[in-house]
């Protein structure tokens, strides 16, 4: 099926552990997204890339790593999981980035929890 | 201050109300204005988009900016519980945060039949 798909759905891990978030799209967009969504915060952006090879950081980046081998590809990954990052992930995805950024593509969005 | 503010709510009106939902921002470089719709357990999807200042009217839904006021606004007529999500107001420009969409934290919506 065309779109964003996250994986897995939910996850419950326990503090120090490493954690990987898939992230696919099927459009070929040039820009990917990672934010996270927490009661109070809104969505605020962890990491992003510009294309394949090409990423930076976002406004809370800290204890995230993200790589980009392919286009269609943007794992996110905890590498030492701990209780305040508990909270639900999402990607998302445009066809174009700065300036307009006008539409971002949202996958159905990770629940994690540590333990 | 945050760089964008949403009054959360919760707002619950009668089907067939019309709904007016707001924030307000501080960066007046933002020059892009978009308003998503996110249902529970859903991610965000775009409903409006606005570029600088004026009104945009899709169907059932207008947009509107205030750049002098810093001010966006979304209004809802006829309002269906179908249009019960959170809304959130999102906003980019030169010189922002990371220059990236900048996201408010969301207003969420009850339409009671």
């Known amino acids: 099926d065309a779109g964003i798909t996250q994986s897995p759905r939910y996850k419950i891990t326990e503090t120090g552990r490493q954690v990987t978030l898939m992230c696919h799209q099927t459009w070929s967009h040039s820009y990917m997204f990672w934010y996270r969504q927490d009661l109070g915060h809104g969505l605020r952006l962890i990491y992003y890339s510009a294309a394949a090879d090409i990423t930076d950081k976002g406004e809370v980046p800290d204890g995230y790593v993200v790589s980009r081998s392919k286009t269609e590809n943007f794992p996110l990954t905890l590498e030492s999981a701990t209780r305040s990052q508990t909270s639900v992930y999402f990607c998302?995805?445009?066809?174009?980035?700065?300036?307009?950024?006008?539409?971002?593509?949202f996958g159905s969005g990770t629940q994690l929890s540590v333990l | 201050q945050k760089e964008v503010e949403q009054d959360p709510g919760p707002l619950s009106v009668p089907e067939g109300a019309i709904v007016s939902l707001n924030c307000t921002y501080s960066?007046?470089?933002?020059?892009?204005f978009m308003w998503y719709r996110q249902y529970s357990r859903k991610g965000p999807e775009l409903l409006m988009y606005t570029y600088s200042s004026g009104n945009k009217e899709d169907g059932r839904f207008t947009a509107q900016v205030d750049k002098s006021s810093k001010y966006i606004s979304l209004f809802i007529r006829d309002s269906q519980p179908s249009d019960s999500a959170t809304y959130l107001c999102?906003?980019?420009?030169?010189?922002?945060?990371?220059?990236?969409?900048?996201f408010g934290p969301g207003t969420s919506l009850s339409v009671i039949p």
């Open positions: 998302a995805s445009s066809e174009r980035g700065f300036p307009t950024n006008e539409k971002l593509f």
């Open positions: 999102a906003m980019s420009g030169r010189g922002t945060s990371y220059d990236k969409v900048i």
């Open positions: 960066n007046s470089a933002f020059q892009y």
